[in-house]
Each structure stands twice: as C-alpha cells, then as structure tokens.
C-alpha cells in the first residue's frame, strides 16, 4: 500500500513530466480516491464539494512537499499553478506505480490520460454528471 506522497508521484508518472493542471491534480486524486481507494491503501484525501467539483488542499500540499524534496516542480502561470514531475519524482512516480496490482495501476494510467486529455470545462461537467454530490457547491455555469 502506498503512502500519500508515493500515491502522488504514482499517480502523476504516466504523463511522462508532463504539466497538470489544478483540476486536473484535483479530479486526478478525486477519481482515484473515490473509485480505488483500498486498491492504493487510501483513500489519501477527504474531498469535499467546492466551486469546481470536489477539492481538497491538501493537494496542493502534497505537491509543494513533494516540490520541496525536488520530486515536482511548481510551473508559475498567471493566477494559478500547475504541476510535473522531474526527473528524480518520475524515477521514483515509476516505481511507485510499478509497485501496485494490475487493476490500480491500470485505473492510474487511464485516468491520467483522461484527465490530461480534456478541457476544464468537459472535465468539470463530466465530474458532475458522474457524481451529482459533488455539484452542491458549485460556481460552474457551464455544466452539462
């Protein structure tokens, strides 16, 4: 079973150092801690409703730890951040992720190239529509 910070780099190692966005680190744990929990020793988050779909802090928590110990570097845009793994955390992400079932592992990759592969907007909507509670507290104007 993994730990909180191995989950993370687990999770983020099949976008090869590729970035993140804050929905996607968000939904990414999200999907993960909702729908394989046991499977990764987790749930790891307590995801709670907010403006955009479930949110928890300690995401970005565990990033900026994990940035500290130079496992991901912190990408500065202009009112928001977003997140990859060097060199050392994909080393590291990879093992993590090569240390689990074949289910986990399998979920963890699909559900990277997901969220990596759609817009803000399709991956909110698709959040909501898939978990209607996670809706209660929502800003988002555009849900399907």
Same mark, same amino acid.
């Given at each position: 079973?993994?730990?909180?910070?191995?989950?993370?780099?687990?999770?983020?190692? @099949?976008?090869?150092?590729?970035?993140?966005?804050?929905?996607?680190?968000?939904?990414?744990?999200? !999907?993960? =801690?909702?729908?394989?929990?046991?499977?990764?020793?987790?749930?790891?988050?307590?995801?709670?409703?907010?403006?955009?779909? @479930?949110? =928890?802090?300690?995401?970005?928590?565990?990033?900026?730890?994990?940035?500290?110990?130079?496992?991901?570097?912190?990408?500065?845009?202009?009112?928001?951040?977003?997140?990859? !793994?060097?060199? !050392?955390?994909?080393?590291?992400?990879?093992?993590?992720?090569?240390? !689990?079932? =074949?289910?986990?592992?399998?979920?963890?990759?699909?559900?990277?190239?997901?969220?990596?592969?759609?817009?803000?907007?399709?991956?909110?909507?698709?959040?909501?529509?898939?978990?209607? =509670?996670?809706?209660?507290?929502?800003?988002?104007?555009?849900?399907?």
């Amino acid at each position: 079973m993994l730990k909180r910070p191995e989950l993370v780099l687990a999770a983020m190692a @099949p976008a090869k150092g590729g970035l993140h966005t804050p929905v996607q680190v968000q939904k990414l744990f999200f !999907l993960i =801690d909702r729908n394989i929990p046991t499977a990764v020793g987790g749930p790891h988050f307590e995801f709670k409703p907010y403006s955009y779909g @479930p949110f =928890d802090r300690a995401v970005y928590e565990e990033l900026e730890g994990l940035a500290a110990a130079g496992m991901c570097e912190i990408v500065k845009h202009h009112t928001w951040n977003s997140y990859r !793994l060097t060199p !050392l955390g994909q080393e590291q992400g990879t093992r993590f992720l090569a240390s !689990l079932g =074949d289910l986990a592992r399998s979920y963890i990759q699909h559900v990277s190239e997901f969220v990596r592969s759609h817009t803000f907007v399709e991956l909110v909507s698709g959040i909501y529509k898939a978990y209607p =509670d996670m809706k209660v507290n929502s800003v988002f104007e555009n849900a399907r």
